[in-house]
T-cell receptor
Framework: EAQVTQNPRYLITVTGKKLTVTCSQN?????MSWYRQDPGLGLRQIYY???????DKGDVPEGYKVSRKEKRNFPLILESPSPNQTSLYFC?????????????FGPGTRLTVL | QKEVEQNSGPLSVPEGAIASLNCTYS??????FFWYRQYSGKSPELIMS????GDKEDGRFTAQLNKASQYVSLLIRDSQPSDSATYLC??????????FGKGNQVVVIP
């Protein structure tokens, strides 16, 4: 089944404890992206990657890191999480960088930072 | 001005009626437009995409695009309780990113 997977789905952590949220897609997509969704603010892009070893900042990159060492994986790293990073996170992928490509979303990761 | 605006509050429609959602965007060079449906606690799923002016129909859904006026709309005909969800408008202006509106909640009343 073609899909985007994220792990963990739920995470409660404490301020300053490094964490990684994994994202993997099995559709051979070039483009991958991370979003966060907050009430009243909608979906905002954190980082995106157009291909292996090519990443760029989105609208709200502060406090996050990403890497794209393999085409299928695009982990999101929070080096020192803070409570304002409590949010619902979505990974998404699409076939290419063309604006006409549909983005497929993972199931989401609900992160709580205490 | 926000990139993508969906200004309406929650929309309540009786079952079987038409739900109408509107979205405006600020960047005139925007190329592609999408409507995503998101059930509470779930991820967005694409229901419609539209790239050229006019109407595009897919089952009970119709997307309408007017580039001159910079708006895109979504009509849901014969609304069903399963259509109760938040609908997100997304716009791609060709710079490798999608900009999303905040969404409109639709509640279909049986």
């Amino acid at each position: 089944e073609a899909q985007v997977t994220q792990n963990p789905r739920y995470l409660i952590t404490v301020t300053g404890k490094k964490l990684t949220v994994t994202c993997s897609q099995n559709m051979n997509h070039e483009y991958m992206s991370w979003y966060r969704q907050d009430p009243g603010l909608g979906l905002r892009q954190i980082y995106y990657s157009m291909n292996v070893e090519v990443t760029d900042k989105g609208d709200v990159p502060e406090g996050y890191k990403v890497s794209r060492k393999e085409k299928r994986n695009f982990p999101l790293i929070l080096e020192s999480p803070s409570p304002n990073q409590t949010s619902l996170y979505f990974c998404a992928s699409s076939l290419g960088v063309s604006s006409y490509n549909e983005q497929f979303f993972g199931p989401g990761t609900r992160l709580t930072v205490l | 001005q926000k990139e993508v605006e969906q200004n309406s509050g929650p929309l309540s429609v009786p079952e079987g009626a038409i739900a109408s959602l509107n979205c405006t965007y600020s960047d005139r060079v925007s190329q592609s437009f999408f409507w995503y449906r998101q059930y509470s606690g779930k991820s967005p799923e694409l229901i419609m995409s539209i790239y050229s002016n006019g109407d595009k129909e897919d089952g009970r859904f119709t997307a309408q695009l007017n580039k001159a006026s910079q708006y895109v709309s979504l009509l849901i005909r014969d609304s069903q309780p399963s259509d109760s969800a938040t609908y997100l408008c997304a716009v791609n202006n060709g710079n490798n990113r999608l900009a999303f509106g905040k969404g409109n909640q639709v509640v279909v009343i049986p």
